[in-house]
């Protein structure tokens, strides 16, 4: 653990006493700032902000939210992790290139990716060769989440933010092989201490580095992060809030709105079958038969508790030339009156970074709402952003909804607006 010094009194001392005032300037540090979502949301971000564009999709544009004093968009700071060297600005130019981002808004938005980029640290690569700015052989687990960590503190002091909001966009990565440890708080701190020891995948390596910054967090991919136990407790411990897993942004989302719908009828789910074409680097990351484990569990895990049917077969296919488009269509049958029988078949086709933008932009400023009420550990309540919600086994897309709005009006108050 670190040991706390009279700077760090002070700076803590200096955040306490501006804990309350959700709406204070905030942080965003994203873990992957060098890749599609985050240079959409940072594109995104400066363009609301400026008042180059709506915000159009942020469900926290909308009543009971934008009354709620959370943190305006323009005092949302952006700064991240990354392996990749391709800068942000580069990022966004390749996204002009697939028609996804209007050239005239990334040349408004220009100067806000460069300061954006300006701020990105070298992120924790666990396969890099040894070299001077890597984590290579030698150094522990615990001194690596700790450069993180100081990488997020030094951010903070720098921009005399009152928060910062960890947000983990990266690759995902393949499920984790259990060990003892992610289960217990005590055991985990003595691994990680010990440079021979990998004991936490690199999400949860950057998950731990948000706690000791103090910083809340939100895993918005179905990798392992935060949702380790013993990470989950030690969050609740130290005050943290946390919210996940994996953002539920175009094909789940329709599908928890149609599949209550059924049962609401009366009609019998039998099978739900689903394809995803996609590119861009998620259609390569998916392509590994192990990392894509991850992600058909997550998609899969709320519609078999909506529909109570184990036939949900869904595969996830690299399309390259697709980019960041992606297409899902799905096919439902279901049993009706009499034994009739019916289907349904959607489909659905869009840029998905600009699907998951606009969300990473309302958790940054939930969760500011979130740790200014003095909430630690799960919100379930913000379920309704994430296909696996931690916390909650509510997938209902409408009944999510109605929670987080009866949330933000509560812990508004509680936060003192």
């Not at 997550?298 to 529909?307: C, D, I, M, V």
């Not at 939930?366 to 916390?391: R, T």
């Amino acid at each position: 653990m670190l040991a706390t010094t009279s700077s760090d009194w002070g700076a803590m001392m200096h955040h306490a006493s501006a804990r309350h005032h959700a709406s204070a300037r905030t942080g965003i540090w994203f873990v992957g700032a060098r890749g599609s979502v985050a240079s959409t949301a940072t594109v995104g971000l400066a363009a609301i902000a400026e008042g180059q564009a709506p915000p159009t999709g942020c469900v926290t544009a909308r009543e009971p939210f934008a009354s709620a004093g959370l943190p305006a968009f323009a005092d949302l700071v952006v700064g991240g992790h990354d392996i990749s060297s391709v800068t942000m600005t580069k990022r966004a130019e390749c996204l002009v290139e697939t028609g996804m981002i209007g050239p005239r808004l990334f040349a408004a938005t220009h100067d806000a990716l460069e300061r954006a980029d300006a701020e990105v640290r070298p992120g924790y690569d666990p396969h890099a060769a040894h070299t001077d700015t890597d984590d290579g052989a030698g150094l522990s687990q615990q001194a690596v989440a700790e450069r993180l960590a100081a990488d997020i503190t030094s951010f903070q002091e720098r921009h005399d933010l009152a928060r910062v909001v960890v947000i983990d966009l990266s690759s995902t990565e393949p499920p984790v092989d259990p060990a003892p440890e992610h289960d217990d708080v005590d055991a985990l701190l003595t691994a990680l201490a010990d440079p021979a020891r990998a004991v936490l995948p690199a999400s949860s390596v950057s998950a731990y580095a948000a706690i000791l910054a103090g910083a809340a967090y939100a895993a918005f991919t179905p990798s392992a992060g935060m949702g380790l136990p013993a990470l989950t407790r030690l969050a609740r411990q130290r005050g943290i809030p946390v919210a996940g897993q994996d953002g539920k942004t175009g094909q789940t989302w329709l599908r928890t709105v149609l599949a209550p719908a059924f049962a609401a009828r009366g009609l019998k789910v039998l099978s739900w079958a689903g394809t995803n074409l996609l590119g861009g680097g998620d259609g390569a990351t998916l392509a590994d038969p192990d990392a894509v484990r991850s992600k058909l569990a997550s998609k899969n895990r709320g519609l078999t508790a909506l529909t109570g049917s184990d036939t949900t077969p869904l595969h996830i296919d690299n399309v390259p030339d697709l980019g960041d488009t992606k297409v899902a269509w799905d096919h439902v049958h279901v049993e009706g009156f009499l034994g009739s029988r019916l289907t349904l078949q959607t489909t659905w086709s869009a840029h998905d970074s600009m699907l998951a933008a606009p969300l990473v932009l309302d958790l940054a400023r939930l969760l500011a709402l979130a740790h200014a009420a003095g909430i630690s550990g799960p919100v379930p309540e913000l379920g309704f952003f994430f296909k696996d919600p931690w916390g909650s086994d509510v997938h209902d897309a409408a009944d999510q909804a109605r929670a987080v709005e009866d949330w933000v009006r509560v812990t508004s108050a509680r936060a003192g607006r």
